[in-house]
Antibody, heavy 121, light 111 residues
């Protein structure tokens, strides 16, 4: 079974750093892109960026470029999303999802269970 | 702000048919990029519902169907059931943004 398992909920203070993870299993981790999606409380889905673990090629949404860093460690089939200095506005649920490639566009399946990040003083 | 626009909400009685629109532009849906749909039940992660405009993954009931025309796409739910009450999102690729984009989301309420 293809599965993505994310790290647990985090509570942080503004200015702190954070790295959350997404571990893939049941497939060749290096052969599929992994994307990250933000969902702020009561809001919709926002695509943040995507990484190809095979060569660490990474693309960011213009809205998130410079705000977060996406990385991967293929030796342990894990992708990461990190912040160097959190803000209260980073409070959200973060999902990772495997990207499936189609001829005219890619879709996301499956999704991780989500990691809730709360930033509060 | 999303580049794919959906109605905030739609509702219907059990057994009825509802449709959700997803309106884009010439840099995404109109450029020929496929549209995909996700269902997000309350308190859970999104789940793929339709891929490649009209294809259903294994396990998705045939009550769900998708279509695309021009700069828009639609998701139809026939024989609406109480368990279909959820948020639904469309997704595509945008060449101007060089990245994936999601729709604004639609809440489906079963009356």
């Amino acid at each position: 079974e293809v599965q993505l398992v994310q790290s647990g909920a985090e509570v942080k203070k503004p200015g702190e750093s954070l790295k959350i993870s997404c571990k893939g299993s049941g497939y060749s981790f290096t052969s599929y892109w992994i994307g990250w999606v933000r969902q702020m409380p009561g809001k919709g889905l926002e695509w943040m960026g995507i990484i190809y673990p095979g060569d660490s090629d990474t693309r960011y949404s213009p809205s998130f470029q410079g705000q977060v860093t996406i990385s991967a460690d293929k030796s342990i089939s894990t992708a990461y999303l990190q912040w160097s200095s959190l803000k209260a506005s980073d409070t959200a649920m973060y999902y990772c999802a495997r990207s499936e490639t189609g001829i005219f566009g890619d879709w996301f399946d499956p999704w991780g269970q989500g990691t809730l990040v709360t930033v509060s003083s | 702000q999303s580049v794919l626009t959906q109605p905030p909400s739609v509702s219907g009685a059990p057994g009825q048919r509802v449709t959700i629109s997803c309106t884009g532009s010439s840099s995404n849906i109109g450029a020929g990029y496929d549209v995909h749909w996700y269902q997000q039940l309350p308190g859970t992660a999104p789940k793929l519902l339709i891929y490649g405009n009209s294809n259903r993954p294994s396990g998705v009931p045939d009550r769900f169907s998708g279509s695309k025309s021009g700069t828009s796409a639609s998701l139809a739910i026939t024989g609406l059931q109480a368990e279909d009450e959820a948020d639904y999102y469309c997704q595509s690729y945008d060449s101007s943004l060089s990245g994936h984009v999601f729709g604004t989301g639609t809440k489906v309420t079963v009356l």
